[in-house]
């Protein structure tokens, strides 16, 4: 709706009849406009002063289109007893025939209990001469008071559909300080002309009208959530529903030593190719690995809006020992170089060069691992999760794009084992509608073991690979400086599959990038994973 328009003369018509009433009662002196009308011209005024104003809410009942009719004609019970005294005599059986229908079906019985009509053999013959029509005269007087006589009856006569309750509101109004027959003309913009000769102060300006309604903006095109959204909300809701934590991944830019060295990727990994990966060329390269000042906070904030600590772990936040990432450096160093923690290492130069090479982030995992790190500072049972953009050297084709969004979850605690790994993936594919599924092992440079994830699709009728998972390497946990006994396992799957899946895009063009139909992403449905 836009803005409601006051008719004009409707203002002057409340100051004029102000000069002779005052207080003025709109009910019943302004019955002729609708309560819209009256409620904007009273508030145009009243941001004048020039009037004040209260509002009563009063239950006003009024007869229905059959209680209309009573009035006019008679109640049911009147009619049959008229058409009785009238003829002298009516047959039961055909009573029909003299009055309509539904008053021989009402009437007749409510004309017997009042005694006005009563059973001779098989006709009806009346008892008196003349009948008072109370049902008709109390609706006489509803309607001409909007209220009942007696109270007492209302009940019924709105359970018989005779008069219905409304809410009206009445408006007392008095004169205000500003009170005049009319609105002065006032001023709507400020020009340099009122600034240069000094008009602006004694300028009657037209009050801002902040209660206004805008216009709904009818042309052009309403923005609307792309579909990876709409998915990326479902796994988000599932996610916060799971008690985790969202990871800041705004970094689509990390170094070689995040996204591969921390992870135990060998510098020759033929992923850190680059056929396989975006090196980016300027800056080329990253410092020393340090802390994240922005990603901590968010991670902060985040742990504190969902009172993960305890009065007693927040101290120990305080007294844990800033984190050497120095030390986490010489560490991961010595695992790649002579091995360490357990692992015999890969043992190959480990060259500084490669690690502080800049790449376009290649999975979210160089994120969980930033956020497993932080957690040495005070090591405990937690939940991450993340989604968001990841980016590969990849040969553009129907199924394949050079980036992607990545959907990750890592789970932190004492004890975890590899059969609770595989009883929370049942759980949580489980939210999705994806039922029965099979691991098959695999390999990554930094779980062991690793799990793919096979999944039977319902919708598809088949076994479809849905992620990957595993439970992270000590050597990698343990150069962290994370306690011995503390587990973690991790599980990634793409944000594009489940989407594309879910509303039947077989091409991955279709859905990012610059050939996707906009009336695809203004016309998909929302979605709900588990519905499907
Ligand atoms: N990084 C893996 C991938 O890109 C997913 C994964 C995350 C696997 C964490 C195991 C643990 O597929």
């Given amino acids: 709706r836009g803005p409601v328009p006051v008719p004009t003369d409707l203002t002057t018509e409340v100051l004029q009849a102000l000069e002779t009433t005052d207080p003025l009662l709109t009910a019943t002196s302004l019955p002729h406009v609708a309560q819209a009308d009256i409620k904007a011209a009273l508030d145009r005024l009243a941001s004048r002063s020039m009037i004040e104003y209260d509002t009563q809410d009063n239950e006003v009942v009024v007869p229905t289109a059959e209680g209309k009719q009573i009035i006019d004609e008679g109640s049911h019970e009147w009619k049959v007893w008229d058409a009785v005294k009238r003829e002298g005599r009516i047959p039961i059986k055909e009573l029909a025939n003299f009055v309509a229908a539904e008053s021989a079906k009402v009437g007749q019985g409510n004309a017997f209990k009042s005694k006005w ?49 409304q809410k009206l509101i009445a408006y007392t109004v008095r004169k205000g300080p500003k009170y005049a027959k009319e609105i002065p003309v006032e001023v709507t913009d400020l020009t340099a002309e009122m600034l240069q000769n000094g008009s602006w102060k004694t300028a009657n300006f037209k009050p801002y009208n902040f209660s206004s309604r805008g216009i709904l903006s009818t042309g052009g095109e309403p923005g609307a959530l792309h579909p990876l959204m709409k998915v990326r909300e479902e796994f988000r809701r599932i996610f916060f529903d799971l008690d985790f934590i969202e990871m800041p991944t705004g970094r689509f830019v990390d170094s070689g030593f995040w996204n591969f060295d921390a992870l135990f990727v060998p510098q020759q990994h033929p992923a850190r190719d680059l056929q396989d990966t975006f090196y980016v060329s300027d800056p080329a390269e990253a410092g020393r690995p340090g802390p994240d000042v922005d990603a901590d906070q968010a991670l902060e904030s985040m742990e504190r809006r969902r009172n993960i600590f305890t009065r007693k772990s927040d101290q120990q936040q305080e007294d844990a020992p800033k984190l050497d990432y120095e030390k986490y450096y010489a560490n991961v160093r010595a695992v790649h170089e002579t091995g360490a923690f357990g692992s015999t290492g890969y043992r190959y130069p480990y060259s500084d060069a490669e690690t502080k090479r800049l790449v376009l982030r290649t999975h979210t995992t160089a994120v969980s691992t930033y956020c497993l790190h932080r957690l040495a500072a005070n090591p405990r049972p937690c939940r991450y999760f993340s989604i968001d953009r990841v980016f590969r050297n990849e040969t553009v084709d129907a199924t394949h794009l050079a980036e992607f969004h990545q959907i990750e979850g890592v789970i932190a605690d004492y004890g975890l084992t590899l059969g609770g790994l595989m009883a929370f993936l049942e759980g949580f594919f489980n939210e999705l509608g994806i039922t029965n599924l099979r691991f098959k092992p695999a390999y990554n440079p930094y779980t062991e073991p690793s799990m793919e994830i096979f999944g039977f699709h319902k919708g598809l009728n088949k ?14 946990l343990l150069s962290m400086g994370l306690p011995e006994e503390l587990r973690v396992y991790g599980f990634g799957l793409s944000l594009e599959r489940p989407t594309m899946i879910k509303y039947g895009v077989s091409n991955i063009r279709e859905l990012l990038g610059h050939k996707v139909d906009l009336g695809f992403i203004q016309s998909n449905a929302a979605v709900r994973l588990d519905k499907d």
Avoid: C
């Fill in 463 to 476: 076994w479809v690979e849905i992620g990957n998972s595993g439970m992270f390497r000590p050597e990698m």
């Fill in 117 to 165: 009509i009563k059973k001779d053999v098989d006709a009806l013959v009346p008892t008196a001469d003349s009948v008072e029509d109370t049902t008709r005269l109390t609706l006489q007087y509803v309607q001409a008071h909007s209220t009942f006589e007696d109270p007492k009856v209302s009940k019924d006569y709105l359970k018989r559909k005779l008069v219905t309750s």
